[in-house]
């Protein structure tokens, strides 16, 4: 019965969530009291349901990079012709964990300007070392039995890539893209202090008026929006490990 806990508070989180995005304003009444005199308790500069999804985009897009990127590199590092490159390669994936995201920001500003590209490229730096190492550890250490199966059969390298080493490898990669995007979907809220369109708004916009209530939304949103998105990619992982010992 207490495996039934977690899943019915992320049922009612996911309801929740669903129900304040659509109708904001029936809420007024709990988030009215953290709300300064004559202040709306609800954030009203831009619709609550856009600035979400224009956050879930960015984080999506930067996740999709960063998993592309850090598995190829994976890839070619646990290649025999690509091994050298492998501390070249770790020191590229850990730069997103040694600067932090605002002095990423500070940095990408001045060459792209505004909006949306300074906050992609914080997020893919951010999210290149869990997808790097997960792949790395599952690529260079595949079932020897399997891959011995696989070359006696008669399979050509790229065959015992594409078929068997990389299906094999999918379920730490899953885990990996799992940490990328719940850490991308925390980070993205500073993207609105160089103008993209996300969450980080209406943080930003109860800190400058002293307004609970949008700070307590925009924190909740964020927070409700990483648990749906670790729980969703969670059971994606889960599938991939049935079929690999399906595979096995």
Known sequence: MRQWVPRLLRGVVAVLLIAFLLSPNSFEPVLA?????????????DSLLWLTVAHLGTVLVATLVATLVAVSMALLVTRPFGAEFLPLSRSIVSIGQ???PVAVLAIAVPVFGFGEKPTLIALILYGLLPVFENALTALSHPPRAVIEAARGSGMTGWQRLVQVE???AA???????????VIGVATATIGSTVAAKTLGEVIIAGLQTY????ILQG?????ALALLVSTGLMMVERLLWRQRDDRR
Do not use: D, E, H, M
């Not at 379920?171 to 995007?181: E, N, T, W």
């Not at 307004?211 to 949008?214: L, P, T, V």
């Not at 924190?219 to 927070?223: D, H, K, W």
């Open 219 to 223: 924190g909740i949103l964020v927070a």
């Open 166 to 168: 990389l299906p094999l």
């Open 211 to 214: 307004n609970y209530a949008f």
């Open 33 to 45: 009291p953290l709300a300064p005199p004559n202040a709306p308790a609800i954030y009203n500069q």
């Open 98 to 100: 040694t600067f932090p």
């Open 171 to 181: 379920p730490l990669i899953a885990a990996g893209v799992r940490l990328s995007a």
